[in-house]
């Protein structure tokens, strides 16, 4: 598989193969910090080839939190941001008079302020903004150059437009947030393998069968309120103004960019990418993965 590479120019390869299929948790230091899920190709590609992914031959649904880490570095000050600023509130409207281009601003702008949440200082922040590369759908202005200077411009004014919040910038808190995501998703990957669907994560997105777009769209709010009742888990400050009102919690469905996509016709599953189950090579754990995994089921047992 095919996707742009950093010169925006020259395609870069991605390799599809029968050992991508698996995922694995992986933590930072702790089993509190980090926690998320790694290790799937579909999270190697963007939105617009994950479209394109069958699940037993079916379209797929991708739904995701929208402005996941932001809530919940909010609901670590008690604001519930959805409800203080609106069901429409977007968190990444900001004005960067050097970007008219409104879909790459606001990519940049919302890239930017996640890396930030992650990051441990400003200078980690800027390096990693301007070693990420421009997704395929977009196109980099000509002549923009990603300066410190107007990286720093933009981060000032995510800074001020989040005031409650801007005390986590470039601190390293996003590695505590990673361990809700890991948890939501841990539950969400029980809840649909039980009942024999497949579900395939990218952090805090989750892609389905398109039949069972409600079921997970159901799953996603049980969790999040779950969650949202164990604020041991962002700090001791409590998720409860998240519970107030799920209608709160925005979600957004991706189109498909194949709609004449047919598994029938001889040329129909042009764009399908089957990804078949391994036979005579499956994968085994290793005796380190054992050891590591008994450790965490221990600490899951004293939690």
Known sequence: MRKQGKDQKTPARIQINQHNKFVRRVFNETFERGGRFYGGFW??????????????????????????????????????????????????????????????????????????VNATTQAKTFMAMQH?????DLNRPAGLVLSNELLGSILDKLKA?????????????????????????????????????PILTVHDSYLVPEDYNRDLLAAMMKEYKAIGLEGKHLGGTGLASLETDLAYTRVKQLGYLDEEFDPEEPEGGVLHQEILALREKELTATPAYKRRLSAFREWLERE
């Not at 990420?132 to 395929?136: E, G, I, Y």
């Not at 437009?161 to 948890?183: S, Y």
Request: hydrophobic share 35%; glycine share 8%; with cysteine.
């Open 43 to 116: 999270q190697q590609v963007g939105k617009d080839h994950r479209k394109h992914i069958r699940l037993n031959g079916e379209r797929v649904i991708e739904i995701d939190f929208s402005g996941w880490h932001i809530q919940l570095l909010y609901a670590r000050k008690n604001i519930n941001y959805y409800e203080k600023y609106g069901s429409r509130a977007d968190p990444y409207d900001i004005h960067v008079p050097e970007i008219n281009d409104p879909a790459y601003r606001r990519w940049l702008i919302k890239t930017l302020m996640l890396i930030a």
């Open 132 to 136: 990420t590369d421009t997704p395929d």
């Open 161 to 197: 437009k989040h005031a409650e919040i801007g005390e986590f910038f470039c601190t390293g808190a996003g590695i505590e947030l990673q361990n809700v995501d890991g948890r939501i998703t841990e539950q969400l990957i029980k809840t649909f393998t039980q009942s024999g669907v």
